[in-house]
Nanobody, 124 residues
């Protein structure tokens, strides 16, 4: 089992920045690809970004490319999502997730473990 706890969400004005963190415990953190997803009411969970075990490979959704950056610190068992130039459309609950498979993926079905989510609200 892997436990994940997100933090760093909140209310921010358009154009602002937030940094989400996801602290993990349980199994060896570096054995998991990690991802960030987001969800708004009535919509399916949406891929945001993913990073491989070593941190050498990342993918970002087109909607956030150039504004968001995923990173990880294996020594701290933590994955981050730096969000800059935030837009109102970025408002959602953000979830981090862990995927034990070797191949990095962007599909939520591949991720076995999920955090409880953190709310991000972008509004003036």
């Amino acid at each position: 089992q892997v436990q994940l706890v997100e933090s760093g969400g909140g209310l921010v004005q358009p154009g602002g920045s937030l940094r989400l963190s996801c602290a993990t415990s349980g199994r060896t953190f570096s054995n998991y690809n990690m991802g960030w997803f987001r969800q708004t009411p009535g919509k399916e969970r949406e891929f945001v970004a993913t990073i491989n075990r070593s941190g050498s490979v990342t993918y970002h959704a087109d909607s956030v490319k150039g504004r968001f950056t995923i990173s990880r610190d294996n020594a701290k068992n933590t994955v981050y999502l730096q969000m800059n130039s935030l837009k109102t459309d970025d408002t959602a609950v953000y979830y981090c997730a862990a995927d034990p498979r070797l191949r990095i993926t962007t599909t939520p079905e591949s991720f076995d473990y999920w955090g409880q989510g953190t709310q991000v609200t972008v509004s003036s």
